[in-house]
């Protein structure tokens, strides 16, 4: 344990010839494929694809994002094939469908109760797992608590796996022991028992930071850094980052939120967010909380920055494939709903940026209008590699479309949020419960915001899209579950 981290192979705070000598011997009686091609998985966590410039935003600043978006095939119409976090990246880890959740059983302790969030099955090969037994190295840097669970087998196959705990809810520090005046000044509403309790815990956790290097994103990629001189001598490697920020609560240095908003403020501080109906809020904090979003996202970026200049100082884009992908995206009003509620799939949930940056440039600059999601990265990475998975993949190599090749094609796309299902094609998105109850439907090419309802005045189209879509990609009638009121 060192400072707000922990490492599975106790390689936190080794540097230099130290870690190299520790990466080494993990690596000793692996085949060594030193010509082979690096690759850098980076996760972010909450990442609205809206608010960059790649993606035609102007006011937010993310310009690592948007410089590493000119490098790279940019994904125009990527969707996560099932939400929240730890659905999302089951997909990601094992290239399979986590929706549509059959026989869930839901996690014993777990607070967080939702269809799909629970383990990677033992029954699964993971993306680390596959690439370790081809002789990689294989490495995980995060701070998302969630996946600091070992239960959850998120870093199954990875030779590092290094968590920096503290993040939200996690009982890192007493709470007990949280800076009360810190605490005053958040926005309690709501349930205000738990959100108290929620502040508590986290100011508790962070309350030692001194400088912006300690905050989470800023310690995620700064120790991703430093493994990649040791990393880069010593045959391929796999590097998986993931931040949770911009994830809330969202507190970066007071610098960042005067970024985008220097206006007197004298209400209590939206460092958290109620997942339902933005009704709680007053106008002036809600415009408050987009300002903390865009903060820690800038923060976040700066420090991305900071991992890609590495890379550039040791050469490693010339033998690195980098993918770059959010698992969802976060409410803030836009359609009178904050957070991210399962029955909020609208654009500022559903759509997140994804990037493949090929080794050689091809793709550069581009856009595919392909609906890529969370379970195309493992296929994608083994397709690239020209490894043979050691298990059905479910998502499609999307690295042929660097070359001359086409992935199968996805006339329509579908994913499911607890019980919620949200399906698109070229014309219309379409969301509803699992049986298929209070639908909305949107003309996309019209209204891309997703603001007219037609549900009522097409239910022909309602129809044949749960029906074709999400049935048939579901292969039957959707599970249900009685579990009480599932959390947000």
């Known amino acids: 344990m060192t400072g707000a981290g922990m490492a599975g192979a106790a390689l936190l705070g080794a540097t230099g010839c130290d870690l190299t000598e520790r990466i080494r011997n993990i690596r000793n009686g692996r085949p060594t494929l030193k010509e082979g091609t690096n690759v850098v998985l980076v996760i972010i966590d909450s990442l609205r694809k809206d608010h960059l410039g790649a993606y035609g935003n102007e006011t937010i600043h993310s310009p690592n994002l948007d410089a590493m978006a000119k490098e790279s095939l940019r994904f125009s119409q990527a969707y996560p094939e099932s939400i929240p976090t730890i659905c999302a990246r089951r997909a990601i880890h094992t290239g399979r469908r986590t929706w549509p959740f059959r026989n869930w059983v839901p996690p014993k302790g777990e607070d967080i109760i939702l269809q799909g969030w629970e383990p990677i099955p033992n029954d699964q090969t993971t993306l680390a797992e596959m690439l370790s037994a081809a002789g990689y190295g294989t490495y995980f840097v995060t701070d998302n608590m969630h996946q600091f669970k070992p239960s959850y087998n998120m870093h199954r196959g990875f030779d590092v796996f290094d968590f920096f705990r503290g993040q939200t809810t996690d009982n890192y520090r007493p709470a007990y022991t949280y800076p009360k005046d810190k605490v005053a000044q958040a926005l309690l509403k709501g349930n205000v028992p738990a959100m108290r309790g929620q502040m508590q815990q986290y100011f508790a956790n962070v309350k030692e930071r001194k400088t912006e290097a300690d905050w989470f994103s800023p310690m995620v990629f700064s120790q991703a850094a430093d493994y990649l001189g040791p990393l880069s001598k010593d045959g391929p490697f796999f590097l998986t980052v993931d931040s949770y920020d911009p994830h809330e609560p969202w507190d970066p240095p007071e610098e960042y939120v005067t970024m985008y908003d220097d206006e007197p403020y004298d209400l209590k501080e939206p460092f958290s967010v109620i997942y339902g109906p933005s009704s709680y809020l007053e106008p002036r904090e809600l415009e408050r909380m987009k300002a903390r979003y865009s903060g820690e996202l800038t923060m976040m970026d700066r420090w991305l920055g900071r991992f890609l200049d590495k890379m550039e100082e040791l050469n490693l884009f010339e033998n ?19 957070g991210k509620p399962d029955n909020v799939l609208w654009p500022e949930v559903t759509d997140i940026p994804f990037f493949i940056r090929h080794p050689e440039g091809k793709g550069a600059g581009q856009s595919s209008e392909y609906y890529a999601s969370t379970h195309d990265v493992a296929p994608t990475i083994l397709g690239f590699l020209g490894i043979e998975p050691q298990q059905e993949l479910e998502g499609q190599d999307l690295s042929v479309l660097l070359g ?30 699992n049986q298929g109850s209070d639908p909305k439907l949107y003309d996309v090419q019209r209204d ?19 029906e074709d879509y999400v049935l048939r990609d579901a292969g039957g009638p959707l599970p249900t579950y009685d579990y009480g009121t599932a959390a947000g």
Do not use: Q
């Open 320 to 338: 690195t494939l980098l993918i770059l992908l959010s698992d969802h995206g976060v409410a803030h009003g836009e359609h009178g709903y904050t």
């Open 404 to 433: 001359d090749g086409e992935p199968a094609a996805r006339p329509h796309f579908s994913l499911g949020y607890n019980d919620h299902v949200w399906a698109r094609d070229d014309r219309y998105v379409m969301f509803s419960t």
């Open 448 to 466: 891309p915001g997703m603001y007219n309802d037609l549900a009522a005045d097409e239910p022909n189209t309602v129809k044949r899209m749960f």
